[in-house]
């Protein structure tokens, strides 16, 4: 953490001494001077929450994945298989976007999918900030069009919904279409801190815990990280976040079709961003 102060510029960690680190588990780190990866596990209530705290230099290190690179394809793999195939330093699984038809999907800065009113939309834009969409705020293909020129998006998750918005919790329990809401179930979110500072955040029925939480709780605790943006990911047995190729929460992982990842900075990531984020 002393040698990343250049790359934290300022902002301070979650990670900490002062964390309720899960007792004897192992603690995941990697560094270099483009990305700072630290993850853990931790007790809250009686329910056993991985955390994978990220901090990038460049917005680009922030990517989706999708399988075999191609928009619309049929495979599914497990997360750590195209975790491994784009050499991410971490990775989580995303909304299953193949499985269902919901939502608005931008996937390499082009406007593939709209359906502005069943779920809640997270995009990502160019400098590597988390926008939210609620359904119905966006009706027309055009409008999300536009949405997306004016935001420079570069890619979006379509599950939902919205937890956590300008540091404000908003999850209210009303009827949603994915994610089982109030019920016990296994978590996963994408949150953001700062500037470039996310975290990925499962939480799981971890033998002798359990059960997991409801989304109400489960954006409680987003809220207490210090998250100021959360976005609720595809959870059940689909819940996975991976580090150094490894599943490191306790799942049954399954296949997926999607993943979101941090990867470290090189020349090719950075030619990719420029094309796909010219306006």
């Known amino acids: 953490i002393e040698e990343a102060a250049p790359l934290l510029e300022g902002q301070e960690l979650l990670f900490g001494p002062e964390r309720p680190i899960w007792p004897d588990d ?19 209530g009686n329910t056993v929450y991985t955390i994978s705290e990220v901090k990038i230099a460049h917005p ?14 049929d ?38 999918r709209f359906d502005g009113q069943s779920v ?10 988390l926008i939210f969409t609620y359904r119905g705020e966006i009706a027309k293909t055009d409008e999300a069009q536009r949405f997306v020129d004016e935001n420079n998006i570069r890619f979006s998750i ?8 300008d540091g ?14 109030n019920q016990y179930y296994q978590r996963m979110a994408l949150g953001q801190r700062d500037t470039l500072h996310y975290l990925m955040v499962t939480a799981c029925d971890e033998p002798p815990y359990g059960p997991s939480h409801t ?5 409680e605790n987003l809220l207490d990280m210090g998250c100021k943006m959360a976005y609720n990911l595809d959870g059940g047995q689909s819940a996975t976040t991976v580090m150094n190729n490894k599943t490191i929460n306790y799942v049954w992982q399954r ?13 090719t990531i950075l030619d990719n961003y420029s094309t796909h984020c010219s306006v």
């Not at 379509?158 to 918005?165: H, I, K, N, S």
């Not at 989304?215 to 954006?219: E, H, N, V």
């Open 158 to 165: 379509a599950f939902g919904p919205v937890l956590v918005e």
């Open 26 to 44: 192992q603690i995941y780190y990697y560094y270099d001077e483009t990305i700072l990866v630290l993850t853990w596990k931790e007790l809250r």
């Open 120 to 129: 809640d939309t997270c995009f990502i834009d160019d400098k590597g900030d």
């Open 255 to 267: 296949k997926v079709r999607d993943i979101l990842y941090f990867a470290t900075y090189d020349v």
């Open 75 to 112: 495979k599914q793999y497990m997360t750590t298989q195209m975790a491994t195939t784009v050499n991410a330093v971490t990775a989580s699984s995303g909304d299953f976007y193949k499985f269902r038809m919901n939502g608005i999907i931008v996937y390499e800065g082009k406007l593939r």
């Open 60 to 73: 680009s290190q922030f990517r989706r994945f999708l399988a075999d690179g191609v928009y619309g394809s």
């Open 215 to 219: 989304l109400s709780i489960f954006a």
């Open 168 to 181: 404000k919790l908003c999850w209210i329990k009303d009827p949603y279409p994915v994610g089982e809401g």
